[in-house]
């Protein structure tokens, strides 16, 4: 069975600090994908990044990055020089096939992030 | 803004009664997921939509039901409705290739079951 941990559940850090929010993941499959989702206190799901198994490539968008790590079965995000419009739940998730071209996501149980002016 | 659209924001319920909960997919996706999200928890997997028929699902009983419509569009309906249904529940849709496809959220209906 796939399963993703975040270990963390409380990350709190001021302003202009960077932050590294960890997830370790399960898989038996040879070929899944890994994501990052934010929550803010809205509710809504909103999509930062998808890496398939095979690119194990770092990734940067502006001020996030992803590091993943076949070796240890990693994935973990960072922000750098946080800001206050980072404060949200975030998740990161693991597609598992179900049939076919289907899948469907296992979410660990997020971690809380709180940035302060 | 991902497009998928949710209705009602928020329910209220007292146990025992039924429950229907829809979503619009974003424009040309064709698979819709329902996800339960429990306070403080991740969102569990329910189940899945392809082409108007049940494609896969988690560990949720038989109470929890869905139709998928020929717009994409889906609705999510809970029968007998018991306190611990109490939760987010998000729809997410996706175009299928090679399920690889990345799923969008929708802004979730809160229930609360009384």
């Known amino acids: 069975a796939q399963k993703v941990t975040q270990a963390q559940t409380e990350i709190s850090v001021v302003e202009k600090e960077d932050v590294t929010l960890d997830c370790v993941y399960e898989t038996r499959d040879t070929t899944y994908y890994l994501f990052w989702y934010k929550q803010p206190p809205s509710g809504e799901l909103v999509f930062l990044i998808r890496?398939?198994?095979?690119?194990?490539q770092n990734e940067i968008s502006g001020r996030y990055s992803w590091n993943f790590q076949k070796s240890t079965s990693s994935f973990n995000f960072t922000i750098t020089a946080s800001q206050v419009v980072d404060s949200a739940v975030y998740f990161c998730a693991l597609s598992e096939t179900i049939t076919g071209a289907n899948s469907k996501l296992t979410f660990g149980k997020g971690i809380t992030l709180s940035v302060r002016p | 803004e991902t497009g998928v659209t949710q209705s009602p924001t928020h329910l209220i319920k007292t146990r025992g009664q039924q429950v229907t909960l829809r979503c619009s997919s974003q424009?040309?996706?064709?698979?819709v997921s329902w996800y339960q999200q429990a306070l403080g928890q991740g969102p569990q997997f329910i189940f899945q939509y392809y082409r108007e028929e049940e494609n896969g699902r988690g560990n949720f009983p038989p109470r929890f039901s869905g139709l998928q419509f020929p717009n994409y569009s889906s609705e999510l309906n809970v029968n007998a409705l018991e306190l611990d249904d109490s939760a987010l529940y998000l729809c997410a849709s996706k175009q299928v290739r090679g399920g690889t496809d990345t799923q969008y959220f929708g802004p979730g209906t809160r229930l609360t079951v009384l």
């Open positions: 424009s040309g996706h064709n698979t």
């Open positions: 890496r398939n198994s095979f690119d194990e």
